[in-house]
Nanobody, 130 residues
Framework: QVQLVESGGGSVQAGGSLQLSCAASGFTSSMYYCMGWFRQAPGKEREAVASIYTGEGSTYYADSVKGRFTIGQDNAKNTIFLRMKSLNPEDSAIYYC??????????????????????WGQGTQVTVSS
């Protein structure tokens, strides 16, 4: 049974930084999974933030976070992280970790579609104050 557990959310002032982590369990391998981050603010639809095809290392970012957020992986710990800097109030949301099955690559535009992902974490709150 696959489980995704997020951590690292919290409150920060505008211009600050946070790092989120997502620990995955139940995978048969530590590599070749499309894993990503989505976020949902109150009253808004869930939107893709960034994804990574673990092992291969291909990364994908939403335009709104390019240059500010970095997604990466720690294969030894079966964990992905999201380093966020230059945060602004528009980044406030619940951030969800998502993953798909083995060797379902992130390529094309599918990485940003939430229906592409099979597994979801419970979410972690990020609040950025002005």
């Amino acid at each position: 049974q696959v489980q995704l557990v997020e951590s690292g959310g919290g409150s920060v002032q505008a211009g600050g930084s946070l790092q989120l982590s997502c620990a995955a369990s139940g995978f048969t391998s530590s590599m070749y999974y499309c894993m990503g981050w989505f976020r949902q603010a109150p009253g808004k639809e869930r939107e893709a933030v960034a994804s990574i095809y673990t092992g291969e290392g291909s990364t994908y970012y939403a335009d709104s976070v390019k240059g500010r957020f970095t997604i990466g992986q720690d294969n030894a710990k079966n964990t992905i992280f999201l380093r966020m800097k230059s945060l602004n109030p528009e980044d406030s949301a619940i951030y969800y970790c998502a993953a798909n099955d083995f060797r379902r690559a992130c390529g094309g535009g599918t990485w940003s579609t939430d229906s592409f992902y099979k597994y979801w974490g419970q979410g972690t709150q990020v609040t950025v104050s002005s």
